[in-house]
């Protein structure tokens, strides 16, 4: 079971979304919905099987806000370690991905639901709009578009990145069990509260009070037809927005208040389809309208603006009538003509219903999300193998590069410890001890001696403080002991950064998280090293080396190097506090004393 998680800025986004997800966790898919609270209430909530979680977002650009809003979606997006995390709107989209790829999800998915720059705006915005874009395209693996023509301007915007369609749909059974509950009584009591007049017809539009909705483009071939004596219906304005008083003062001056009922914000819109004659849109742009698809599929012919992503929907003269954006002459002769002709709308409606039927369900788009996330799962796994072997490749290039050089200009030294060890400790110069490598290989790791070989009277060796002599302490105090580990990094048995070598009585006594510290090369110096060396517990030390085996990057590496040099020359860590050197680990939890 994939574990998903899709986020969009707003709760009340969960009236596009909702039926979708419902339909994706009922195939199969673990997943949860994240977003502000905004539209997110008890009753909307219990209305899905899904999870629902919130992280505060503004829909307009704030810079200190959007920044808390990435760090909370960050650390929520680390907790809960979804398989997939798929983002919709633009603000979700540009947080969701930003924190999700910093959160290392494995596949991180963005759906446009219409790109959020588009001719007509400024120069300024224009820009700034695409830029974020095409940021929020280098933070995911793939991105999907509602709407086929998107699909090829999101590849031309990001060249690099797969690009799906995914469409959009509506859930039939739903809308259909919605619509057979609506009553002739019901529609005729809604008409009464809302002051509707039973003998003329409804004309409706469902969308929010927001400039690319441009209901002033709908105001002027109202005002058209009024003053033609041909306004001979009610056009009902459902929704809420930033320009609603606007909107309702400027009907007033164009005389229209008794021609357009403003109805608000609706929960349930089955009753005011069923209600409407005809549904209109005046959009400037859209990735596909979900106000129409609902429209058609309870067979309701569309007057809409001839723009990006209604036309792919709206097939004009068949399920209803395209109008150029702007033109409001051309729009207020569609109206009349598709208002005034009932056997038209009929013929309109019954085709629409069929287009809904056969290219926009959720059912399908639900298909298309499993095969999406298959296929984006799979080439996300190939570029992370070929990324980490480059990776690899290249810090075994490094190791080489610095390891070979740092060889042969230590040599004096080399020489010189070595006869220092002779002299004080005998023979032999070198310690050689089997320690597990990479997956838990066994290789000899070399170092030079700091101990004697001091025994009791039935032969066992000292404890070891009383065999670490001071020379010894000297030489691990400079970290001198570890330089003829630089053979095995030119052997390959390890690198100058990793999880260090221990011994191979540890590897049964691991659990299957602090194994995963074989996973790489071990190294001369290490993440634990650089965080407090022998001075830190095991555990702390093993998960310390667990974080590095997730995290690891070449960047990690040069920091982990340049700590270790100022470590060495602060002596920091050497040894435990009351330990000669360190605890030997028994196993989680317990420990015993190397002596």
Not at 241 to 258: I, K, S, Y
Request: hydrophobic residues 45%; contains cysteine.
């Amino acid at each position: 079971m994939k574990k998903v998680a899709h986020l969009c800025t707003a709760g009340v986004s969960h009236k596009i979304l909702g039926d979708k997800l419902r339909l994706l966790h009922e195939s199969g898919c673990d997943v949860t919905l994240i977003s502000s609270p905004e539209g997110a209430d008890e009753e909307a909530r219990a209305a899905y099987p899904f999870r629902w979680l919130f992280v505060p977002m503004s829909r307009s650009i704030h810079p200190i806000r959007d920044a808390r809003s990435i760090w909370q979606m960050y650390k929520l997006l680390r907790r809960e370690r979804f398989d997939i995390v798929h983002t919709h709107t633009a603000k979700a989209g540009l947080i969701g991905r930003i924190a999700a790829r910093l959160a290392r999800v494995p596949v991180v998915i963005h759906t446009s639901h219409g790109l959020p720059f588009y001719e007509g705006q400024s120069a300024a915005t224009y820009h700034l709009y695409r830029w974020l874009e095409k940021l929020g395209a280098l933070c995911c693996d793939a991105l999907a578009s509602q709407n086929r023509q998107d699909v090829s301007a999101l590849q031309r915007l990001a060249p690099w990145r797969k690009v799906y369609f995914e469409g959009n749909g509506v859930d039939l059974e739903k809308l259909d069990g919605l619509g057979a509950a609506v009553t002739a009584d019901r529609l005729q009591e809604q008409r009464r509260e809302y002051g509707l007049p039973e003998d003329r017809p409804v004309l409706l539009v469902a969308a929010r009070f927001e400039p690319v909705k441009d209901h002033g483009l709908l105001l002027d071939a109202l005002a058209r037809l009024k003053r033609d004596g041909a306004l001979d219906w009610i056009t009902v304005l459902a929704g809420s927005g930033p320009l609603e008083a606007e909107v309702r003062a400027r009907a007033q001056r164009e005389g229209l208040a008794g021609d357009i009922a403003f109805v608000g914000q609706q929960r349930a819109m089955a009753p005011w389809f069923k209600l409407a004659d005809a549904v209109a849109l005046t959009s400037e742009k859209e990735g596909i309208p979900r106000s129409l698809m609902e429209a058609m599929a309870f067979g309701k012919p569309i007057v809409a603006t001839d723009v990006l992503g209604t036309r792919e929907l709206v097939a004009d003269g068949v399920t209803g009538m395209l109008v150029p954006y702007g033109d409001s002459a051309k729009l207020a002769e569609a109206l009349g003509t598709v208002m005034r002709d009932a056997a038209l709308r009929s013929r309109l409606g019954e085709a629409g219903r069929r287009r809904i039927e056969a290219e926009f369900t959720e059912a399908l788009v639900v298909r298309r999300l499993h095969a999406m996330y298959r296929d984006t799962a799979e080439r996300a796994a190939r570029d992370r193998r070929w990324r980490a072997r480059f990776g690899r490749w290249t810090k075994r290039a490094i190791d080489l590069a610095v390891c070979v050089p740092a060889v042969i200009a230590l040599l004096p030294v080399y020489a010189a410890v070595a006869l220092l060890v002779r002299l004080k400790l005998g023979s032999p110069v070198l310690f050689r001890q089997q320690r597990p490598g990479l997956y838990g290989r066994p290789f000899h790791v070399l170092k030079f001696r700091t101990m004697t070989d001091a025994t009791d009277a039935e032969g066992r060796p000292l404890p070891d403080e009383a065999r670490l002599t001071p020379f010894g302490q000297l030489l691990r105090k400079l970290s001198l002991d570890e330089l003829p580990q630089l053979f095995n990094v030119i052997r390959g048995d390890m690198s100058l950064v990793g999880p260090r070598p221990l011994l191979m009585e540890y590897l049964q006594l691991y659990t299957e998280e602090q194994a995963k510290r074989h996973d790489v090369r071990p190294g001369i110096t290490g993440w634990a090293q650089v965080n407090g060396r022998n001075a830190v517990s095991w555990e702390e030390k093993f998960r310390l080396d667990v974080w590095y085996v997730r995290n690891r990057s070449l960047a990690l590496d040069l920091r982990i190097l340049v700590r270790t040099v100022v470590k060495v020359l602060k002596r920091e860590g050497i040894q435990q506090q009351g330990q000669a050197t360190v605890v030997k680990f028994a196993g989680s939890g317990e420990m015993e004393n190397v002596s």
